[in-house]
């Protein structure tokens, strides 16, 4: 009996090392998403796959993870924009993985990057001034489900920013 759980120990012994050392060699970390930024006052679509969140999802009615997919955006402090995005970009700086690559006074994007695999997902929020909050966006990069980790980062987020 124990010879026959041996041998499939070991095999899943192997696939978790080979699947460490091929996130350790870059291989999960995919190529950064080209349509990144706020093009006429929007930020990107979010995936065609359950692996990512926006709280403009429903400025795409064709998008078929549109239920999945759609979050609220964050509320403003104190009414102002740019002390918000200022805030956030405060709290960002202690998250663990996160590497802030663009801040601006109204937009900030970050990649987080997961500490076993490398997995890599863009985050994006921008302060939407017409409708007075931060519209965020958070996408993996790889894969077609994220296991609901983009939208619990941003929930954590929100928690964070309303109680600092």
């Not at 090392?17 to 006429?40: E, I, K």
């Not at 200022?86 to 990057?113: F, H, M, W």
Request: a positive charge.
């Amino acid at each position: 009996m124990l010879k026959f759980l041996h041998w499939p120990g070991i095999a899943v012994a192997l696939l978790a090392a080979v699947l460490w050392a091929a996130g350790q060699l870059g291989l999960f970390t995919g190529t950064p998403p080209s349509d990144l930024g706020v093009r006429d006052g929007k930020l990107a679509r979010p995936s065609a796959t359950p692996n990512s969140v926006s709280s403009q999802a429903r400025l795409w009615p064709d998008q078929r993870q549109g239920g999945y997919a759609d979050i609220a955006p964050l509320a403003l402090l104190c009414s102002d924009g740019p002390a918000t995005i200022a805030k956030l970009k405060t709290l960002l700086a202690t998250e663990p993985g996160a590497n802030l690559i663009d801040s601006r006074a109204d937009y900030l994007y970050v990649q987080y990057t997961s500490r076993l695999l490398n997995f890599v997902d863009d985050v994006e929020f921008w302060f939407d001034p017409a409708n007075k909050v931060i519209q965020v966006r958070s996408a993996s990069r790889i894969g077609r489900s994220d296991l609901g980790v983009n939208r619990q980062r941003i929930e954590a987020l929100r928690q964070r920013l309303a109680t600092s």
